[in-house]
């Protein structure tokens, strides 16, 4: 059975840091590239980090480059984020993705999510 569990959510003040962590089991982690999303309210999902399966090459969102890391350690099967100067349009949930093209075919697992508020 294929789950992705994230953790490290929470409450942090402006300027602050967290560090979300996404536990994989089920499929074959080292294949997959790895992403982070995240959702307000009313607003459509939006990706803010990927790490590829291949060379863990790593692409960010412009609204947090420099910010924000994105790391997997393929011996646990797990992805972090890395979220340092927090600013409060970062509040969100953040879901965890993983996500393999093979052939014609896409497999896409995503977790159940985890809030985090930049807030005073």
């Known amino acids: 059975q294929v789950q992705l569990v994230e953790s490290g959510g929470g409450l942090v003040q402006p300027g602050g840091s967290l560090r979300l962590s996404c536990a994989a089991s089920?499929?074959?982690?080292?294949?997959?590239?790895m992403s982070w999303y995240r959702q307000v309210p009313g607003k459509e999902r939006e990706l803010v980090a990927t790490?590829?399966?291949?060379?863990?090459?790593?692409n960010y969102a412009d609204s947090v480059k420099d910010r924000f890391t994105i790391s997997r350690d393929n011996a646990k099967n797990t992805v972090s984020l890395q979220m340092n100067s927090l600013k409060p349009e970062d509040t969100a949930v953040y879901y965890c993705?993983?996500?393999?093209?093979?052939?014609?075919?896409?497999?896409?697992?995503w977790g159940q999510g985890t809030q985090v508020t930049v807030s005073s």
């Open positions: 790490i590829t399966s291949a060379d863990g090459t790593t």
């Open positions: 089920g499929f074959t982690f080292s294949a997959y590239a």
């Open positions: 993705n993983a996500r393999r093209k093979l052939l014609v075919r896409t497999y896409d697992h």
